[in-house]
C-alpha cells in the first residue's frame, strides 16, 4: 500500500515544506519536508535551495520505508487510518513500537487513541505543535478525517511564544498578543535578514522557529557561563579574605580569567551564534 495524494498532503502540512536547506532544533540540517541526510541523497547543507515541486518528489523518494514498516505493522488497515500512521512513523519512526499499535491491532481503538496521543514529547517536555498532530493523526486514523491543517491559523499560544523569543533577542514585535500582525511579521523578517541561512518572507516557518529555539538557547548558555564565572570568582575572594586586600583581588581575578576561558571554550559554539545574532541585530 502506498500513501494517497490526500496523505502527502496531510503530511506536509504538518511537516511544512522548506525549499532552503536549515538546521532544526537539534541542528540537523533539513530541507523540504522534513529531509534529512539520514533519509537518503540529497544531503541538505548551507545555502541549498530546492523548489517546492522538487520538495515533494524528495518526499516520494523518502516514505516507501515507513509504508513498509507501517504495512508490516499494521495489516489490513484502510487507506486513510494508514496514511496517518505513515504520518507517526515519519514523525517518529517508532510505528514498529508503539504500544498503541498492539492495542489497535487487537481492536481495542480506544486504548489505542489514548495510547497515540502519549507520543507528545520531546526532550523530556510536551511540545504544543506534537499536540496538534497527534490529534490530527487520531482524527485521520480513526475518524478517517483528513482535516484543513493547510488553511488552520496559527494558536495564539504558539505566536506568542515566537513573540516572546524574538523580543528576547532584541527584536521588537509589540505586544505580546498571540496575534501575528504587521510589527510581528516585521520583526520575523528582520531577524530572517540577520541570519544567512534563513529565507527572508516574514514567516515564522519551521526553519525560523529552529533558529529562533537555537539562538534562545544560545543566550541561556551564556548567561550561564557568566553566572559561572561570577561564582567562581566570588569563592576566590571569599578563600582570599583572610590575606591583604591586594592579594585577594589579584587571585580572584586570574581564578576568574581561568573559569571564564574554561567555560568560553566548552561552550564556543553557543557563544559563535550569539555573537553572530548580536551582530545582527
Known amino acids: 500500500m502506498r500513501v494517497s495524494d490526500k496523505g502527502l498532503a496531510f503530511i506536509a502540512d504538518h511537516e511544512g515544506v522548506v525549499t532552503r536547506a536549515y538546521r532544526d532544533v537539534a541542528g540537523v540540517w533539513t530541507i523540504g519536508i522534513g529531509h534529512t541526510a539520514a533519509a537518503g541523497a540529497p544531503k541538505p547543507r548551507a545555502g541549498m535551495t530546492i523548489t517546492r515541486a522538487e520538495a515533494f518528489a524528495i518526499l516520494a523518494r523518502d516514505l516507501p520505508r515507513y509504508e513498509r514498516r507501517v504495512a508490516a505493522a499494521l495489516t489490513a488497515i484502510g487507506q486513510r487510518a494508514f496514511d496517518g500512521a505513515v504520518s507517526f512513523d515519519f514523525n517518529t519512526g517508532a510505528v514498529h513500537r508503539a504500544s498503541w499499535v498492539k492495542a489497535y491491532r487487537a481492536g481495542n481503538?480506544?486504548?489505542?487513541?489514548?495510547?497515540?496521543?502519549?507520543?507528545?514529547?520531546?526532550?523530556?517536555?510536551?511540545?504544543?505543535?506534537?499536540?496538534?498532530?497527534?490529534?490530527?493523526?487520531?482524527?485521520?486514523?480513526?475518524?478517517?478525517?483528513?482535516?484543513?491543517?493547510?488553511?488552520?491559523?496559527?494558536?495564539?499560544?504558539?505566536?506568542?511564544?515566537?513573540?516572546?523569543?524574538?523580543?528576547?533577542?532584541?527584536?521588537?514585535?509589540?505586544?505580546?498578543?498571540?496575534?501575528?500582525?504587521?510589527?510581528?511579521?516585521?520583526?520575523?523578517?528582520?531577524?530572517?535578514?540577520?541570519?544567512d541561512d534563513l529565507a527572508d518572507d516574514g514567516i515564522a516557518g519551521p526553519a525560523t522557529r529552529a533558529s529562533l529555539a537555537r539562538d534562545i538557547a544560545a543566550r541561556k548558555r551564556v548567561a550561564e557561563i557568566g553566572a559561572g564565572s561570577l561564582a567562581v570568582g566570588g569563592t576566590a575572594g571569599i578563600a582570599a579574605e583572610g590575606d591583604p586586600l591586594l592579594v585577594g583581588v589579584a587571585v580572584g581575578l586570574v581564578v576568574l580569567l581561568l573559569a571564564g576561558g574554561f567555560f568560553a571554550w566548552r561552550y564556543r559554539g553557543e557563544l559563535r551564534r550569539f555573537l553572530r545574532t548580536i551582530r545582527g541585530v
Open 109 to 195: 481503538l480506544t486504548a489505542a487513541r489514548l495510547g497515540l496521543m502519549k507520543w507528545v514529547k520531546a526532550g523530556g517536555r510536551t511540545v504544543r505543535g506534537l499536540v496538534r498532530r497527534r490529534e490530527a493523526e487520531a482524527r485521520l486514523i480513526f475518524d478517517g478525517d483528513y482535516g484543513h491543517a493547510a488553511v488552520t491559523p496559527e494558536p495564539r499560544a504558539e505566536v506568542r511564544a515566537y513573540q516572546a523569543q524574538l523580543a528576547t533577542l532584541g527584536f521588537p514585535v509589540g505586544p505580546l498578543d498571540g496575534i501575528a500582525g504587521p510589527a510581528t511579521r516585521a520583526a520575523v523578517l528582520a531577524y530572517q535578514r540577520s541570519h
